[in-house]
Structure formats: C-alpha cells, structure tokens
Nanobody, 124 residues
Framework: QVQLVESGGGLVQAGGSLRLSCAAS????????MGWFRRAPGKEREFVAS????????DYADSVKGRFTISRDNAKNTVYLQMNSLKPEDTAVYYC?????????????????WGQGTQVTVSS
C-alpha cells in the first residue's frame, strides 16, 4: 500500500511559478513510475506529466511542455512538478499518482495509487 500526499498549491498571478510536491510512503517508491494529472472546473481529468523510476523517460502534455518540469528524488520519496509561466487555464486541482510500471502513463487507468489533490489557482 502506497500513500501519496500533495502540497505546494496555492494562488499565483499569471506568469508566476509554483512547485508542487508529492510525498510517498513506503520503501518501494523508486520502483514506481509517477504522474501528475489535473482537473479544471467543468472539465475532464487530463494528463500533465509523467516520469519513470529511473528519472528518465519523462513525458508532458502539449499544453505544459516547455513550462512544466517533472522530477523525482528517490532518496526523499518525493516527486515534484515545477510550474513556470503559469496561465489562468492552468487553474485546476492537481493530483499525484503512482504506477507499478503500467503503460501507457498518459492514461489514469495505468495508475495504482492517487493523492488527495492540491488546488492551483492562477489569476489574470
């Protein structure tokens, strides 16, 4: 059993930056691929970014590519989402998820565990 806890969300002006963190419990964090998803008001959940256990093989949605960076620190059992040049359309609840090497990582059904979500609001 894995527990995920997101933090770092908040209110920021357009053009600003935030770094989300996802702390995972257990000793097998490094064996999981990790992903970030988001759900905006009135919208379906969408894929944001993913990273495999090695730290390589990152993947990003086109809407965030070049602005967001996913990374992980296996020693700290933590995955991060650095968000730069934020836009109002980035406003959403952001969820961290862990996958036991399932594919494709762009699909939420590939993930075994989910965090509670953290709110990100970008004002114009």
């Amino acid at each position: 059993q894995v527990q995920l806890v997101e933090s770092g969300g908040g209110l920021v002006q357009a053009g600003g930056s935030l770094r989300l963190s996802c702390a995972a419990s257990g000793r097998t964090f490094s064996s999981y691929a990790m992903g970030w998803f988001r759900r905006a008001p009135g919208k379906e959940r969408e894929f944001v970014a993913s990273i495999r256990w090695s730290g390589g093989s990152t993947d990003y949605a086109d809407s965030v590519k070049g602005r967001f960076t996913i990374s992980r620190d296996n020693a700290k059992n933590t995955v991060y989402l650095q968000m730069n040049s934020l836009k109002p359309e980035d406003t959403a609840v952001y969820y961290c998820a862990a996958s036991a090497w399932n594919d494709p990582l762009r699909l939420g059904t590939s993930y075994d565990y989910w965090g509670q979500g953290t709110q990100v609001t970008v004002s114009s």
